[in-house]
Structures are given as structure tokens and as C-alpha cells.
């Protein structure tokens, strides 16, 4: 953040908004770069050449002089000085004891820089026992005493006397920064310096990851918030003669609108007392929230002006119209600070626990067909704080959420009780159905025991979850197959419905999907990607129909999720007639065009059984089964 003084802004749309001189153009940023190189490299010399400070304050007056916005360039000076070690006179200080004693031999003494202070008071004492040094002999004479006092030679003395002035200290060290990192590092510093003075501030972010990561921040700066919901109206087009007018979507882009939710923070400037600091608080809060992919934030900033006193502007900015910015301020290790110092990228796949990376690996291996979201957008409670599952899991644009409890502390499972009812009550309130697993560790649902209220706040809970699932889990396993047998649950509940909805029209267009196909095999993939239902719920269309033909007229064959003509399956079954080989056999279904899937249930289909005699499938062979009927009979 810069000082108040460098921040510059501009004032539109009659008075009413404000917005930070960012160096964002194309020619700002030109000329930036060449500003922002020349000050690093007269930095680098002086820090070279250990150099005083009023020695590089005087190569940056010069570059001022020939700069039109003399704030830019001492709001670049104050972000590089930031990075940099000043010392007094570039050598170690020796604070001598009360009695003016440093038991240092004259070699040492030599090599050792005394502390201005002691030798000013060593001076001034000295003065104003023998008079004041009106001349060149009474200054050395002045000089001798103190030498002889405190055994520091008058070349020393006069060199350090004011070597602790802020222009006589000497540049030790600089962290060297690029010239896009500080103009990027000022961008976002005039925004900090912007919002310190604000009365309210809104933001909005995308990703359950990214708002946890920021309202951890809100959290650690101590910040007041409240968290809503707001509906951003649906991206519109309209015509105006000849021109097409496009809405822009709360990011500053074209995003098509739903369902957003907003953070609002209290500003510094809506206190009685601590403004200062909290004004800086919400200042670094600021990049962690761009830090995220998408953003937008809107903030009420008082200003003192010559006319009309105090006055409140607006300030609106999106990630998709503001200038580069640093994710965080990229403070030097001079200060013994790290370079860029970012809590954790919002964008981390990093697990807070051990059982979340287990239970992700394990789910992703077993192939369900859901999508799994790690940490979704949050739920508002209703005390307007915010609930952030650990998992969702989407399919059919519908959730499944899964909150995961483990052994924590007492106070932590007090809380979570506490989170966990406000979620269920405002989620009865607003009559919305939410399927809400929560697995919880044994060991925490024990503690949960302990006392009668806790146990009445569990039982509470779940009895208030829809569909009441609870999973308890040991040690740090959560078990996957309640979690996948109630999401089969849901997908046989979905194909039924899809296959209901569509019964009519798909069983209406099948005839002409089959007669424009011309006896080739069919994906129900494909059928069902143009009704953009899930497939099982077309072969369930498909296989209610053939049900109804008791006169066996139909002209292709199920076989996996493929429709394969009749006429091929009695091809097929002539030419295995005569194979053993499971590899001879897979050849032929593949010349035939038959979609490897298919294999083995088009085989058994045909009355044949794979016999394996190891892992290897060139040594497997097919027979016919005894019991089996000839194919086309059964199917």
C-alpha cells in the first residue's frame, strides 16, 4: 500500500465514481517499463557501490524532473525502498557502556563504527566544557578530547557523527524486482491505498476453493463480514440500428448469469474506532481476492474534497478489465520477508486432510460417471456465514454434497454442530431439497456423546437431513460404497425419469433412426447425445419397445450400448462357427466392424463361452455352450 499522498486517481461519470490512475494502457505501460527500469538500475548501482541514500535520493530527483507525474515516481521509490537493507556508515555499530569503556584494542577501534548517538553527546559534552568550536583549532582541539576519551580517531568521529541521518545511511542491500513485477506490484498498491478509505466493500469470486481460501483470509485479518445471494440478471443481446448491444455478466465479461454469492465487508471508515488498522486489514485482503481466476468488487470510498466536503464515491473493477496486478505484494527478503509471500494459490489441489486426498483418489478410480468438485461454492447460512462442503459430486446439472467430520477439538465440533443446524434450518426455511452426505470419524461421533445437549444437537441434525445420510467412517478411510450405492441410487431415479419425459418422441423417431441408417451398427451414445438424455435411459426406450413387438419384427439387436442389425448378428454367426480362438474371433468381429465393447456380449449373445487359461488372451478359445440355443432365438 502506498501512501496517501502518491495515490492518484480520476473521477467520472459526473462525480459520482472513482478509479486509481492504473498504468494500464498500452502506452502507459511503455512508458511505465522505461521508468520503472531506470529507478531498478539506479538501485542495483548504488546497492554496487554501497552508497549513501541522499546520493540515489538525488539520481531520482533527476529522473523525476524529466517524468511528467512526479507521483508515480515516488510511489515506484517508496515500493523499491521497500526492498532494500540501509546501515548506518556500512559498518557494524559498538554500543559503548555508561562508562564510555569499549575494551577494544587500537586495531579493532579502527575497523569500528561508534554509535552517532554516543558520539554526539561525547561531542556536545566535550563543547560545552572547554566553548563552543568557532574554530578550526578549537574543533580539532574538541576532536583530540573525545579521541582520547573514548579512543576512536577524529577522521572516525567526524565521519559517523551523522552517519545515522536518513540520506547519510548506506545502501547494504537490494532485492532486485523485474520491471513488469513493479509496475504490476503498483497497480495493485493504488487499489490497497484506494480502499483503505472505504466504507464498504463487495466482492464476488467463483469456486468453493477460491472462497474458502478468502474468507480464511477475512477470518485471519479479523474482518466483519456477510455472505448473500444475489441474482445477476441473464445475459442479453439487443439491437439499436445497427449496432448489438451484449449485457456484461458480474465479472466484467460475457459469463452467462446465475446464482452469485456476495461477500460484503465492512469498511474501516464504518467504525467508531481502530480505522487505521483496519482499514490496512481490508487493504490485504485485497490480494487474495484477485488472486482468483475470476473476480469483480465494488467498494464506497470517503474522500475529502475542496468544494463539498466529505463525499462517497463508487468503485467498480472486474478481473476482466483491470490492469495486471500482483497476487501479492512481492515485499524483498531484505526485509527478511518472502518474495511474494502468498498464503496458498487459490488454485491449489493441496487436501486439508489425509482422508479428503484419500477418499478423491479412491472415488476417481472407481469410474462412476459423476464428477467430482472438490470444496464447491458455499452455502449461506442463516446467520449469513458460509458453509463449504468438502465434495460435491455432479451429474444430471444435480449435486450430491459430502461433509467430512473428523477428531478435532471440542470447540471444533461445537462449531460444526452449530454451522451444520443453521445450514439444515435455513435450508427447511427456504424449502430446498439438498442431498447432503456427512461422514463423520467414529472417534469424533463418540466425543459427540459426551453430554445430553451435544447428543440432542447430532440427533437434530440428521434428523433434518433429507434422506438422513450419515456415513461414520474409522480412522481415515471413508468408505466408498454407501456413498456410490447412493449414487446409483439417483442415476436409476434419473434414467427412469429421462426415459418417461422421452418415451414418445424417441420411440416415435426410432424407425426413421434405424431406416436412415441402412443396416449399420448404431451408438445409443449418439441417440443419446441429440436428446441430451444419458444413454441407459434410450436403450430402456428401446428395450420397452422391442417388449411390445410380439412378432419378433424388429431389425436390430441390443448388444452392450450399441443397436447391431439382425442380418449382421446371422452373418456373424456363420463365420464363428467354425473358430476356437478368442483371438481369431476378435479379429472377424473387428473386420466386421463391430465396436470392441461389444465383444463378449455379442459373443455370449451368439450361445458362446470364453474359456480362459491365463491372463493372456491368445491362448483363450470359445465354445459353443450345450445349454445355449442358437442365437437369434433369444435375443
Not at 450405492?485 to 422421452?502: G, T
Request: with cysteine; net charge positive.
Amino acid at each position: 500500500m502506498l501512501p496517501l499522498q502518491f495515490l492518484r486517481v480520476k473521477i467520472t461519470n459526473k462525480g459520482k465514481n472513482i478509479t486509481p490512475l492504473f498504468c494500464g494502457s498500452e502506452d502507459e505501460r511503455s512508458k511505465g517499463l522505461q521508468l520503472a527500469g531506470q529507478m531498478i538500475e539506479e538501485f542495483q548501482e548504488v546497492s554496487r557501490k554501497k552508497e549513501r541514500k541522499g546520493l540515489l535520493l538525488e539520481r531520482i530527483a533527476l529522473l523525476e524532473s524529466h517524468y511528467d507525474d512526479y507521483k508515480m515516481v515516488r510511489g515506484l521509490f517508496t515500493l523499491l525502498e521497500r526492498r532494500c537493507i540501509f546501515s548506518v556508515d556500512g559498518r557494524a555499530i559498538k554500543q559503548i557502556d555508561n562508562t564510555g569503556s569499549t575494551n577494544l584494542s587500537n586495531d579493532a577501534l579502527s575497523s569500528t563504527t561508534i554509535d552517532p548517538i554516543f558520539l554526539r553527546k561525547e561531542l556536545f559534552e566535550q563543547s560545552s566544557r572547554y566553548g563552543f568550536a568557532l574554530t578550526d583549532l578549537k574543533r580539532k582541539e574538541i576532536l583530540n578530547l573525545v579521541f582520547s576519551k573514548i579512543g576512536v580517531s577524529p577522521n572516525d568521529i567526524e565521519h559517523g557523527i551523522w552517519s545515522d541521518l536518513e540520506e547519510n545511511k548506506i545502501l547494504e542491500s537490494f532485492d532486485t524486482i523485474s520491471a513488469g513485477e513493479l509496475l504490476d506490484w503498483y497497480n495493485l498498491s493504488l487499489m490497497q491505498t484506494l480502499l483503505f478509505n472505504c466504507t464498504k466493500l463487495e466482492f464476488q469470486i467463483l469456486g468453493g476453493l477460491n472462497w474458502k481460501h478468502v474468507l480464511r483470509k477475512v477470518k485471519m485479518l479479523g474482518l466483519m463480514y456477510n455472505l448473500q445471494h444475489l441474482q445477476i440478471p441473464i445475459k442479453h443481446q439487443k439491437s439499436e440500428g445497427d449496432k448489438l448491444i451484449t449485457g456484461r455478466g458480474p465479472f466484467g465479461d460475457s459469463t452467462l448469469s446465475t446464482d452469485r454469492i456476495l461477500c460484503s465487508v465492512d469498511g474501516p471508515l464504518s467504525l467508531f474506532k481502530l480505522t487505521d488498522k483496519y482499514g490496512t486489514s481490508v487493504a490485504k485482503l485485497l490480494p487474495t481476492i484477485v488472486s482468483t481466476k475470476k473476480w469483480s468488487i465494488k467498494a464506497w470510498i470517503l474522500r475529502k474534497t475542496i468544494s463539498q466536503g466529505k463525499k462517497i464515491y463508487d468503485f467498480e473493477i472486474s478481473s476482466a478489465e483491470a490492469p495486471p496486478l500482483a497476487a501479492e505484494p512481492a515485499l524483498g527478503t531484505a526485509n527478511q520477508l518472502q518474495k511474494r509471500s502468498v498464503d496458498k494459490p487459490c488454485h491449489s489441489s493441496d487436501y486439508d486432510s489425509n482422508v479428503e486426498e484419500k477418499f478423491a483418489a479412491r472415488f476417481r478410480q472407481f469410474g462412476s460417471g459423476w464428477k467430482l468438485i472438490r470444496e464447491p461454492d458455499p452455502f449461506i447460512v442463516s446467520n449469513g456465514k458460509a458453509l463449504i462442503p468438502d465434495f460435491a459430486f455432479e451429474k444430471y446439472n444435480r449435486k450430491v454434497y459430502l461433509e467430512i467430520i473428523g477428531f478435532w477439538t471440542k470447540e471444533y465440533l461445537s462449531r460444526k454442530i452449530e454451522k451444520l443446524t443453521a445450514f439444515v434450518s435455513s435450508s427447511i426455511q427456504a424449502n430446498k431439497k439438498i442431498d447432503l452426505l456427512i461422514a463423520i470419524s467414529d472417534a469424533g461421533y463418540a466425543s459427540s456423546n459426551s453430554n445430553q445437549s451435544e447428543r440432542l444437537a447430532w440427533k437434530n441434525i440428521f434428523s433434518g437431513i433429507f434422506y438422513k445420510r450419515i456415513i461414520v467412517y474409522k480412522k481415515d478411510e471413508i468408505p466408498i460404497k454407501p456413498v456410490i450405492e447412493y449414487l446409483k441410487s439417483i442415476d436409476a431415479e434419473m434414467i427412469e425419469k429421462f426415459a418417461a419425459v422421452n418415451y414418445t418422441k424417441l420411440s416415435k423417431d426410432l424407425e426413421n433412426i434405424m431406416d436412415y441408417n441402412n443396416n449399420r451398427i448404431i451408438s445409443a451414445y449418439d441417440i443419446a447425445k441429440n436428446f441430451n438424455i444419458p444413454t441407459e435411459s434410450v436403450l430402456k426406450v428401446i428395450d420397452s419397445e422391442y417388449r411390445k413387438k410380439k412378432d419378433g419384427s424388429t431389425k436390430y439387436v441390443i448388444i452392450d450400448k450399441y443397436l447391431v442389425p439382425e442380418s449382421k448378428v446371422h452373418e456373424l454367426e456363420q463365420l464363428l462357427k467354425d473358430v476356437i480362438k478368442f483371438s481369431d474371433a476378435c479379429s472377424i468381429l473387428e473386420e466386421n466392424g463391430i465396436p470392441e465393447p461389444c465383444y463378449g456380449d455379442l459373443l455370449y449373445k451368439l450361445g458362446f463361452v470364453i474359456i480362459w487359461k491365463g491372463i493372456d488372451y491368445n491362448t483363450a478359445t470359445i465354445q459353443k455352450h450345450n445349454c445355449s440355443a442358437t442365437s437369434t432365438e433369444n435375443m
